[in-house]
């Protein structure tokens, strides 16, 4: 049973990427950062449907208990699938923002994606197999009023997913960006009413957590093993 790592996975996106992976017959650990119990409650869900799932918890900005708790989970058998969904957002227009709002993203998005990738490759290559899907966003492709922190950290992570495909091109290793338009959640209906959804979006309405889920478990499967370094878009035709 191969091992599937999915950061962030306690959100909505998370949660579902994490549920359709174990459905698939992956062994799912669930990362997250500040949710213990409700990383618990999906590894508890995902087990009692008979499949299998564990928990892990780390800030994968910090570099050096990142590769500590990686070690640890590899000592028996390497992870490879990795999903980079952690994220976080700190808006303002960038006249407004501050450092610190800027370093918090940049370091989970983007150095977030280097601290729990990194020291995950060798053991993968040995396997000569492997799946990594980096969850990137549509304001990584077309930018976004009062997120340039948030973009530039996804429009890097674009420009190292399409490195990194070429690196492990000929491991047996894809390498792929995810980047999602309005996806259904707590933040999106508390960011955007139904007109306005109707008004950006040619599909007229926001996209599911499982639709971004099944692209991510097509991506992870070996019909996709000559997809390589792509930044895919699932936004309803936005861009």
């Known amino acids: 049973m191969k091992k599937a790592l999915v950061t962030g996975g306690t959100g909505d996106i998370g949660e579902a990427i994490c549920m359709r992976l174990a459905l698939d017959g992956l062994h799912v650990i ?22 299998s799932a564990e928990t892990i918890c780390f800030d994968v900005a910090n570099h050096e208990e990142t590769n500590h708790k990686l070690t640890e989970l590899t000592q028996t058998k390497p992870i490879q ?15 407004g923002m501050t450092y610190q709002d800027w370093q918090k993203v940049i370091n989970v998005s983007l150095n977030g994606f280097y601290n729990v990738t990194q ?16 969850m990137s966003s549509i304001a990584g492709v077309m930018g976004n009023r009062g997120q340039c922190n948030y973009a ?20 047996g290793i894809t390498v792929n960006a995810i980047a ?8 999106t209906e508390a960011s955007f009413d139904k007109q306005t959804i109707k008004n950006l ?17 097509f991506l992870c499967s070996e019909d996709a093993a000559y997809i390589s370094g792509q930044i895919i878009g699932i936004n309803g035709a936005m861009a």
């Open 201 to 217: 979006v040619p599909m007229k309405r926001a996209g599911k957590p499982e639709e971004v889920a099944a692209l991510t478990a």
């Open 81 to 95: 699938i990795i999903i980079n969904n952690a994220g976080i957002h700190h808006d303002a227009p960038l006249a």
């Open 30 to 51: 669930i990362h997250t950062h500040h949710r213990p119990e409700k990383a618990l409650s999906i590894a508890d869900k995902i087990k009692n449907q008979g499949y």
């Open 119 to 134: 020291p995950l490759l060798m053991p993968m290559i040995s396997t000569r197999w492997g799946r990594i899907i980096n």
């Open 152 to 171: 530039a950290a996804k429009a890097a992570l674009h420009g190292a997913t399409k490195s990194l495909a070429q690196e492990l091109a000929s491991r």
């Open 180 to 187: 999602p338009g309005i996806i259904q959640s707590n933040m």
